[in-house]
């Protein structure tokens, strides 16, 4: 089992970028797959979870803003993220949870915000 997160970056404020959590040796649909942030200094904090059922959630400040989805032929959950501002930056980590309660984390990605 093991997630590998790309598509972080630099970019200006109000740009957007596209995350992806990419996995081997499962079916990403059957897990509930959630997006975590840590900014420097900061504790870890959730972001988004796409549920088996592909219900979503999203923390306020990011509401409106980023969408997570799920392609499962590729295999991969997608964090789109738009509008991004200086609070954004942090490196980005997909989690994925089986029904067990078992998660398997990513290494994580850089998201820097930055004029």
């Known amino acids: 089992v093991q997630l590998v997160e790309s598509g972080g970056g630099l970019v200006q404020p109000g740009g957007s970028l596209r995350l992806s959590c990419a996995n081997s040796?499962?079916?990403?649909?059957?897990?509930?797959v959630t997006w975590y942030r840590q900014a420097p200094g900061k504790q870890c904090e959730w972001v988004a979870t796409?549920?088996?059922?592909?219900?979503?959630a999203y923390e306020d400040s990011v509401k409106g803003r980023f969408n997570i989805s799920r392609d499962n032929a590729k295999n991969t959950v997608y964090l789109q993220m738009n509008s991004l501002n200086f609070e954004d930056t942090a490196v980005y980590y997909c989690?994925?949870?089986?029904?067990?309660?078992?998660?398997?984390w990513g290494q994580g990605t850089q998201v820097t915000v930055s004029s």
């Open positions: 989690a994925a949870e089986d029904t067990a309660g078992s998660v398997y």
């Open positions: 040796g499962f079916t990403l649909s059957s897990y509930a």
């Open positions: 796409l549920s088996r059922s592909s219900y979503a």
